[in-house]
Each structure stands twice: as structure tokens, then as C-alpha cells.
């Protein structure tokens, strides 16, 4: 999702025109999707199992995507200025590097059952998916003709969404399978035999986490040995999206930009604080009481959806205003954040999952729709659409503070309220005729 400055492929020769195939680069480049969307949605687990070992509130255990997400705020601008000084590839590689370290120290982390070092290794893989970002959605805008970037976008983005969905399932069988003990079992331990159990309990990340850095390492090493079309600035970006020329004195100057910066903001923050919540929630009574496993199955599902919908959606943005499919998706999605309040049990269970499906289209379609005619200044506003991702690192606490005050079962007015803005923010922005889709 983070962006960086514009760039196009370099003039090949016409014998390497005729011998170039931009399908190789791309499935390369798609695994990189993959991997990120893989490795953020194992936070979804960690959460839950990390609250559980540290007996932490719901506020103290959304501190995982506070340490994780504010990594986009604070390596944006520097990951930026690494891939300028070193090359795209060359910032593809350090940011699988950086993943791999952040996912290594996770393994001291656990050994000496520190909450303060998982959330250093969380930001420190964070930072390393941001340098991949960074470095890795310019080459795909450019394999290929403008006119088709954005069906390369939407099927890399629908590549992201499947690791999204398989990752809760890799981690409720390495992390969560093992049995965890209730309250009744843990006050029956010694203290010596509680500490001991617990330990146990936070080592059981070690080794996804040690098998998930070796597999960086490799990609990293891969990629390395790869030929990939070498790109340089340009202004290709700007005129994919809106006007030449940008009038105003900068990005800021745009209440559109600005206001569609909210409007990631808080669409971040929400999709992240839904997810996170969801392997507690479904442990409720209420919602059926289920076993962590089971419900880190029906998590998986939240992502899944929001992979169809991304299908779904580009058809649809090929027929509709995006700024009306934007408001008719965040009302529905708020809607559904009322039902899963006022109900219990199947429905209260689904109507939650659903909103994945309408989760889909919205980031892609913000960005669009902020940085629609901002011609020279796209760049500018790319960034800043790019740090308000630090949604995602400050609602999530908001909302686990509510699930604290009022309950689980009713902290979601929180998304709520970030849905309804969305969608006022889809109806009043003029909308393009059709939306470039962007990762």
C-alpha cells in the first residue's frame, strides 16, 4: 500500500524489446505481495496468543499493531530515500532482509518472554515490509501498457488477499494448536509450573517465525539472481491520474487529498482493529464460545472475503462512480457493524466476517479518488496517503480501550464511526470517470 516516486521502465533496444516478457518479472514481483500480506495478517494471531501468555488487556495487546503499523509512518520517508540511492531491486532485497531480522527476533523475544522485544521485532518486520512496498508497487505499474496497470494491480492485490487468508490458518496450526489452559487450570499451577507453562507458550512462535525468516532469506537471494527490468523517474504516474499540471502550491493545498487521507486513515485503523479482535470475539459465549483454532479458522474468512470482493469490485468500478461504489460499501460495512452488536451467535458471527467483502474495494479507491488532478504534485500526495496508513497502528488501541470499558461485544461502534466518515467522504468527492486501482 505505500507508494513512492514515479518511475518507468528504461527504453530496452528493439531486439530486447521483441525478446523482453514482462510475465516473469511480475510473478516475481506478485510473490512479494504475497509474502507481505502473509506475514501482516499473522498479527491477527499473535495478538490473541500474546494477550493470552502476558495476561494483557485488550488495549495492551493492540499495542502489536501500534509497534507493527507505525513502522509505515516512520520508514515511509526513509524507505523512499533508500530505494533512491540503492535501486528498486536492490530496496527489494534490504526490505526482505529487514522482514527476516524482525522475524528472528522474535526468537529471543520468546526466549526470554519480553512483550517490550516482540513489539521491537514487530515493528522492525514492519519496517521491512514498508522498504518492500515502497520499492516493489513502482515495477508493477510499469510491466506492461498504462492503459492495463490496473488489472495488474488488482491481480496482485488479489494475491495479497489469499495470503491473507491462509496466514490465520498457518497460524492457528504453529501457534495456536497447542491446548491452552483456562482459569480454573492456570490457578491450580505453582508459580514455579505457571511461569514454566507460559514460557512454553511464547517459545511456541519461535519456530514459525525462524522458518518464515529462512524462507525471506531465500526469496531475498532469489530475487538477487533475477533479472529485472531496470526502471528510472519519470512522470508516468502523473499522468496516469489527473490533470499534468497541479495548481495549487502543494499536495496540502487539496481538501480532497487531505480529507481522502482521513478517509485511510480510519479505513486502515478499522479493517485492522476488526481483525484483530475477531479470534476473542468468536471465543465468547455469546458468539459461540469457540475453541482459538476454530476461530482463527473463521478469521481466515474475514480476508477471504475480502479477496472476492476485490473481483467483485473491479467489475463493478467499471460501471459506477467509484465515489458512489465507495459510500454504498462503508454504509453497508457500518450497517453490518450494528448488526454484529445487536445480535449473538450465526449472525453475530457472519455479519462481522462480512465486512471483509466490503472492506475491499475502499483503500484502492480512496487513493484514487485523493489523488484524482493533482497532477505535479502526485508524488507528494501518494506519501502522505501512505503515512496515514498509521491508522492502523493508533485505532487498533482505541478500539481494544472500548473493548475494555464496554465489552467485546460492543466495541465495534468504533469501526462504525470510521465507516460512516468513509462513506461521506465517497459521496461528496467528484469522482473520476474510472479509478486507476492502486496497491
Given at each position: 500500500m505505500a507508494g513512492t516516486a514515479p518511475v518507468s521502465l528504461e527504453s530496452p533496444s528493439p531486439s530486447e524489446a521483441r525478446a523482453s516478457s514482462y510475465l516473469a518479472p511480475l510473478s516475481v514481483l506478485t510473490t512479494l505481495f504475497f509474502m507481505w500480506g502473509f506475514l501482516t495478517?499473522?498479527?491477527?494471531?499473535?495478538?490473541?496468543h500474546l494477550k493470552a501468555v502476558f495476561e494483557l488487556n485488550y488495549f495492551q495487546a493492540m499495542l502489536v499493531n501500534t509497534a507493527f503499523f507505525m513502522a509505515y509512518f516512520v520508514m515511509s520517508v526513509p524507505s523512499?530515500?533508500?530505494?533512491?540511492?540503492?535501486?528498486y531491486k536492490s530496496g527489494i532485497i534490504v526490505g526482505l532482509l529487514v522482514a527476516a531480522i524482525g522475524c528472528?527476533?522474535?526468537?529471543?523475544?520468546?526466549?526470554?518472554?519480553?512483550?517490550a522485544l516482540f513489539l521491537f521485532a514487530l515493528f522492525v518486520l514492519g519496517s521491512g515490509i514498508t522498504l518492500l512496498q515502497v520499492a516493489a508497487n513502482p515495477f508493477v505499474a510499469v510491466l506492461g501498457k498504462p492503459e492495463t496497470a490496473p488489472a495488474r494491480l488488482t491481480l496482485t492485490q488479489a494475491f495479497n488477499s489469499a495470503a491473507t487468508f491462509l496466514g490465520p490458518r498457518f497460524g492457528r496450526w504453529a501457534i495456536l494448536s497447542a491446548t491452552v489452559l483456562g482459569s480454573?487450570?492456570?490457578?491450580?499451577?505453582?508459580?514455579?509450573?505457571?511461569?514454566?507453562?507460559?514460557?512454553?507458550?511464547?517459545?511456541?512462535?519461535?519456530?514459525?517465525?525462524l522458518g518464515l525468516a529462512a524462507t525471506l532469506v531465500l526469496l531475498a537471494i532469489a530475487i538477487s539472481l533475477f533479472r529485472l527490468p531496470r526502471i528510472k523517474g519519470s512522470s508516468a504516474e502523473t499522468a496516469a491520474i489527473g490533470s499534468p499540471?497541479?495548481?495549487?502550491?502543494?499536495?496540502?493545498s487539496y481538501p480532497h487529498l487531505v480529507l481522502g487521507a482521513v478517509g485511510i486513515f480510519v479505513y486502515v485503523g478499522a479493517e485492522v482493529s476488526i481483525g484483530s479482535v475477531m479470534v476473542n470475539y468468536f471465543k465468547e459465549p455469546f458468539?459461540?464460545?469457540?475453541?482459538?483454532?476454530?476461530?482463527?479458522?473463521?478469521?481466515?474468512?474475514?480476508?477471504?472475503?475480502?479477496?472476492?470482493?476485490?473481483?467483485?469490485?473491479?467489475?463493478?468500478?467499471?460501471?459506477?462512480?467509484?465515489?458512489?461504489?465507495?459510500?454504498?460499501?462503508?454504509?453497508?460495512?457500518?450497517?453490518?457493524?450494528?448488526?454484529?452488536?445487536?445480535t449473538v451467535g450465526f449472525v453475530g458471527r457472519?455479519?462481522?466476517?462480512?465486512?471483509?467483502?466490503?472492506?475491499?474495494?475502499?483503500?484502492?479507491?480512496?487513493?484514487?479518488?485523493?489523488?484524482?488532478?493533482?497532477?505535479?504534485?502526485?508524488?507528494?500526495?501518494?506519501?502522505?496517503?501512505?503515512?496515514?496508513?498509521?491508522?492502523g497502528a493508533l485505532l487498533p488501541p482505541v478500539l481494544g480501550a472500548a473493548a475494555d470499558r464496554l465489552g467485546i461485544h460492543h466495541c465495534f461502534f468504533i469501526a462504525t464511526i470510521c465507516y460512516i466518515y468513509i462513506a461521506w467522504y465517497g459521496a461528496k468527492v467528484r469522482s473520476p470517470a474510472k479509478p486507476a486501482l492502486v496497491v
Open positions: 495478517s499473522l498479527n491477527d494471531i499473535i495478538i490473541p523512499g530515500m533508500i530505494v533512491e540511492k540503492v535501486g528472528l527476533v522474535m526468537y529471543p523475544a520468546a526466549s526470554v518472554r519480553s512483550y480454573v487450570e492456570l490457578a491450580k499451577l505453582t508459580p514455579t509450573a505457571l511461569e514454566a507453562y507460559k514460557l512454553a507458550e511464547a517459545k511456541s512462535v519461535q519456530t514459525p517465525y499540471e497541479g495548481g495549487g502550491k502543494s499536495a496540502w458468539m459461540g464460545g469457540l475453541s482459538a483454532s476454530d476461530a482463527a479458522d473463521l478469521l481466515s474468512f474475514y480476508w477471504l472475503a475480502a479477496m472476492f470482493g476485490r473481483f467483485v469490485g473491479s467489475l463493478t468500478l467499471r460501471f459506477f462512480r467509484p465515489g458512489k461504489v465507495l459510500a454504498a460499501h462503508a454504509l453497508i460495512a457500518a450497517l453490518l457493524t450494528i448488526v454484529t452488536m445487536l457472519w455479519s462481522i466476517i462480512s465486512v471483509g467483502f466490503f472492506n475491499s474495494i475502499m483503500f484502492p479507491t480512496i487513493f484514487t479518488l485523493a489523488l484524482d488532478k493533482l497532477g505535479r504534485h502526485t508524488g507528494q500526495g501518494s506519501g502522505i496517503l501512505c503515512m496515514a496508513i498509521v491508522g
